[in-house]
C-alpha cells in the first residue's frame, strides 16, 4: 500500500456493537477530525512530502505567537513585511484558529489536497478497510522483569531465597561467551509503557461522520481521552485490504502492459 | 460520566423495550434462532441470578434447573438476537448476585416472592395480552374484509348449509 493521508483523534473508549448476524463486536472509539491541512511539505522545499494537520481549536490567548502566525496569513510582522516588500512568495496559511495538535503524514508523492482545506473522517476513511493507530500506551512506571517482559521469576521454594521475582542469570549467553558483558538489547527491568506504539490493521466497522467517530475493531494504545493518529493501513496484503490491494496491482499492471 | 461520543454509539442499538426486572425475577427469554434457513424463536425460562454492565454491555445470567441439573446462560440483554424478555414472577431478595443458589438444591432453591411488585406485574402482563389480542383480531378482521368480508366460520357454515341443500 502506498503512504495514505490520516487523522488526528482522542480515544474515546471500548465498546461493543451488534453486527447484522447478531454477534457482537469488540471495538474502540475514536473521535478523529475534522483537520484542518495546515502546510504541505514538499521534497523541493523540505527534502520530503507530506501533509501537516491540526486538530482541535486552541484558544487564542493560549496561543504563542509563532502558533498563531503559523495559522494566520493576516497577522502582521515585521518579518513578513520585509518579505513581501522583498519580492519573497509567502506560503499559504490555513486561516484557521490555532491548532492544539499538530502531525504530518509522510506521503509518497505530493498529494492532492490543500491547504486550509478541512478533513473529515468521512473524506479519509470513506473507503478505507482497515487502519493503524499510533498512540501513547499507559504509562506503568518502573517495572520488574515480571510484569514488564513476562518473565517466571524464580522457585518460591527449592531454596530460593529473596529472589522470586527476580530474572535469574543474565550472563553467559552462548552467542557472548568470553565477551565479559552481557548481551545488548537483554530484557531488564526498566520503564514500562508510555511509549509510542503503533497497531496495524485494526478492522473499521463503523463510520459516524456526525458525530465524527469512527469505530475499529479491537483495542488501541493509550487510556481514554488519549491523543491517537489513525491512518489508513500501510499493511502490505492486509486481510481486511486484500481486495484493495488485489485491485490496485491488478490496475498497476494493466497500466504497464498499456503503456508497452 | 460517559462521553457523549459513546452514548451517541451505544444509543443506536440499545432496546427501548426491554422491561424492568430484577436479580431474583423469573423471566423467559424469547430468543432468535436460526434454524437451517428459517428463522425461529426458542423460550428459555429462568431465575436471573446476576446482571452485570451497563448500557449496551449489560448482560444478564439465567440460571434453570434441567433434568435435575443446573443450566445458566448468560445473556447480552440488548443482543439483536433476543426477541423479547419476559417477566414472569417477582423475586424478593438480598443479593445482588444469587450465586448461593448453585449449591443448594429441591426446596432450597426458591425465591420468595415479592407480592407488591408481582400484582403490578400481572397487571402490566394482562394488560399486554389484552392488547396483543386486540391486535391479532383487528388484524384477523382485516384479512376476512380483504378476503371478501366473509370470516372463515362463515364461510364454513355457507358450505355446510349449501351442501345439505344439495341432498
Do not use: W
Not at chain 1, 530474572?167 to 508510555?194: D, E, I, M, V, W
Not at chain 2, 422491561?19 to 425475577?25: R, T
Amino acid at each position: 500500500m502506498s503512504k495514505a493521508v490520516g487523522l488526528l483523534g482522542f480515544k474515546v473508549g471500548m465498546t461493543q456493537v451488534f453486527n447484522d448476524d447478531g454477534t457482537a463486536e469488540p471495538v474502540t472509539v475514536i473521535e478523529v477530525g475534522p483537520c484542518p491541512v495546515l502546510q504541505i511539505r514538499t521534497k523541493e522545499t523540505d527534502g520530503y512530502a507530506a501533509v501537516q494537520l491540526g486538530f482541535k481549536d486552541k484558544p487564542r490567548k493560549n496561543a504563542r505567537r509563532s502558533e498563531q502566525g503559523h495559522v494566520a496569513s493576516k497577522l502582521a510582522s515585521k518579518r513578513k513585511d520585509s518579505r513581501t516588500k522583498a519580492g519573497v512568495q509567502l506560503l499559504p496559511k490555513a486561516d484557521c484558529e490555532p491548532q492544539r495538535h499538530v502531525r504530518e503524514f509522510r506521503l509518497d508523492a505530493p498529494p492532492s489536497v490543500t491547504v486550509g482545506q478541512v478533513l473529515k473522517v468521512g473524506d479519509v476513511f470513506g473507503e478505507v478497510k482497515s487502519v493503524d493507530v499510533i498512540g501513547t500506551t499507559k504509562g506503568r512506571g518502573y517495572q520488574g522483569v515480571m510484569r514488564r517482559h513476562n518473565f517466571d521469576g524464580l522457585p518460591a521454594a527449592h531454596g530460593a531465597k529473596k529472589v522470586h521475582r527476580q530474572a535469574g542469570s543474565t550472563s553467559s549467553l552462548a552467542s557472548n561467551r568470553g565477551s565479559g558483558r552481557p548481551k545488548k538489547g537483554l530484557k531488564r527491568a526498566g520503564q514500562y509503557g508510555n511509549a509510542r506504539r503503533t497497531v496495524r490493521n485494526l478492522k473499521v466497522i463503523r463510520i459516524d461522520a456526525d458525530n465524527n467517530l469512527i469505530l475499529v475493531r479491537g483495542s488501541v494504545p493509550g487510556f481514554n481521552g488519549a491523543f491517537v493518529l489513525v491512518r489508513p493501513t500501510n499493511l502490505f496484503n492486509s486481510s481486511h485490504n486484500r481486495v484493495a490491494v488485489q485491485q490496485e496491482v491488478k490496475t498497476k499492471i494493466v497500466l504497464q502492459k498499456k503503456g508497452k | 460520566m460517559q462521553s457523549k461520543f459513546m452514548q451517541a454509539v451505544e444509543d443506536k442499538q440499545t432496546k427501548g423495550d426491554v422491561p424492568a426486572f430484577q436479580v431474583g425475577d423469573t423471566i423467559i427469554v424469547h430468543q432468535k434462532l436460526l434454524d437451517g434457513q428459517k428463522e425461529r424463536t426458542q423460550a428459555y425460562e429462568g431465575d436471573v441470578i446476576a446482571r452485570s454492565g451497563n448500557g449496551i454491555k449489560e448482560m444478564m445470567t439465567v440460571r434453570k434447573i434441567v433434568q435435575g441439573e443446573g443450566v445458566e446462560r448468560i445473556f447480552l440483554i440488548h443482543s439483536p438476537r433476543i426477541a423479547r424478555i419476559e417477566v414472569k414472577k417477582a423475586g424478593q431478595v438480598r443479593r445482588a448476585k444469587l450465586y448461593y443458589i448453585r449449591e443448594r438444591l429441591g426446596k432450597a432453591v426458591r425465591i420468595k416472592g415479592d407480592t407488591k411488585r408481582q400484582q403490578a406485574l400481572d397487571a402490566a402482563n394482562a394488560k399486554a395480552a389484552a392488547e396483543a389480542a386486540a391486535v391479532k383480531a383487528a388484524a384477523a378482521k382485516e384479512q376476512t374484509a380483504a378476503e371478501g368480508g366473509v370470516s372463515k366460520r362463515a364461510a364454513k357454515r355457507k358450505a355446510k348449509a349449501e351442501a345439505a341443500a344439495k341432498k
